[in-house]
């Protein structure tokens, strides 16, 4: 092991400091004694001055860069291109499973007698499942590793394809699309993760330009393959490809090398702590049960009273009875000792160290259980952030209006005048992916080109704004796109018209998204799976819910109506952005002070503002631990103890 086990991480209060790991006990702080009267009113005096005060400075460490032993930043380019490599192709079938659908939806209908509802169904839940269940497999890959979630993720979606494929009612097509959206979604917010971990900052933007970027054409040759294989080879051929695809990919994912860190990870700090915690917690009740029986004048490890003489006529004591392991009056503890020591010890099981949460290591204590797998926290501290939720929103709006505008454009080009075929239809749709796959390659080569250029202004240090500034000519360009493609396919004017809009519009809505993709992975270090997966999250709701509305809004008003619409909705997504791009530093600020802030303390009083600069400690190792007692407390203990003395 390097130098990294030598130290420990301990994040107090959301930021990290580093504490010594080589002592061996736990350094406990100790009560307050008793104070007088006036000592007390000093004491509180005190606490009302330090709340008026700001905090002092915490020490931040850069948790991206401790010392890790085979550290992927350091791996050679030929080990992270192949890494890279994979991960865009893993990425590719998930973005291809919902539209590879689309086409052969009436021939599905009519071969397994389902519904319009259902077979609307098979499609909406997909896209929400894809969404939604990401925090998931990011919570429990920051914990275990991306590389088992990798291929348990894959095998789930080779057995949703397989099984459904073969599926003989409708019932068991949605369910086997239920089983296969969970198990394509891990590896599109987990994937950006793993590229975090290998690549720096100043490279991150170009990285996952291309890792979103060449997998956008999904969407668009889904429509292609599946026309492809409907017309030849009928409707379950779309299943076989993406479940042989699938097994492909599983196999390539026991050759990966897994890019995770336990020490570079704050969700695994997070989980070691919890997991001190109970122990912690488990030790103290088993001392306390402990002492109890040690009162009654049992031995430690009894778990029956001692047997007793009947009472005596004459003075009705009762007198115990001498017996192995029970405790004599002026004896001390040390027969437990000796007991436990005779006591045989239990066998461990040796599992394989491959498993998670699993260690054969009987030092090794302290460590996460399935309990520590939980998603909601996590969100919680992401949302919690305004800089952080507003971007999630916003590019969520996005990824909805990207995701919707194949969706309605594949009714739009099937309807008169057009009247296209489904593979006619996926070549138009060929103009919107490729716009796509340019404005991801080339966002992410601006947003590293703007950043190093704003960084060197500011004397070297970066800031994740810095990336959403690059942004800002594209902001336009989605607008106007989407007017122009509006009316066009309106008045059904010619095709060249609806193609140089789609064109457009993808490119303009993958430039914009691609920085605010880089700028979560930024604004996030030791978490950035995590935060993509709330991206996946709002984007699977979006997409959900824009797509279920967008056809009949459609009928209602037309195209030029709907797309309009969305322009709209977009607006107001490039304006969220933008306040982010000039405001969302100061916002971040420890120092910034929220209108909603000044009314909770008001409403709260003095005590909540001085309770803020005397709140324990949260401590996220095993190593060392420092526990503070809240003010209230420790004064009642105080007073609790001074009665106790007086009687």
Known sequence: MSNATDRVDAQVEGSLVRAPSHQPTLDLEPLRSIRSHHSQHAHFHDIAERADSPPPPRPVVDIEHEPVDDDPREWSHKKKTFVMALMTTAVLGPMISPSIYNPVVDEVKADLNGTETQIGLSLSIYILLQGCVPVVWASTAEIIGRKPIYIAS??????????????????????????????SSAVLSVGAGSLADMYEVKERGRKLGIYYGMPMLGPTLGPLIGGALGNAYGWRSTLYFLAVFAALMTLLFFFFPDTWRRERSRVYQKAISDALKRSLKAERHAEEKRQRKLAKGLSSNATTPAPTHPTTPISGAMTPVTAPGSIHEGSDADVDVELAAEAPRKRRIRWPQWMPFVSNNESDDIKPSFRDVNPIPTMISIFHSPTNAIVLVCSGLLFAAQYTTTYTASVTFARAPYNYNPLIIGVVLLAFGMGNIF???????????????LAKKNGGVTVPEMRLKSTLPGMPLIIVSYLVYAWTTDYKTNIAGPVVGLFFAGFSLMFVYSSTLAFLVDSNPGRSASAVSCNSFCRGVGACVMSQVAIPIQNAIGDGGLYTLFAGILCLSCAGLTAVAFKGEQWRSPDHVWPWSKWTRRSHGPDSAAAEHVSP????????????????????????????EKA
Do not use: N, W
């Not at 599926?167 to 969970?182: N, P, S």
């Open 617 to 644: 400690s949260h401590v996220s190792h095993a190593s060392t631990v420092v526990e503070r007692v809240p003010e209230d407390t420790a004064v009642e203990m105080e007073k609790k103890q001074a009665r106790t």
């Open 154 to 183: 894959f095998v789930l979606y080779t057995i949703g394809t397989a099984v459904g494929s073969r599926a003989t009612d409708i019932q068991v097509l949605i369910g086997m699309r239920c089983l296969q959206a969970m198990g």
């Open 439 to 453: 404005g991801s390659v080339l966002g992410g080569r601006a947003s590293d080109a703007i950043l190093k250029r």
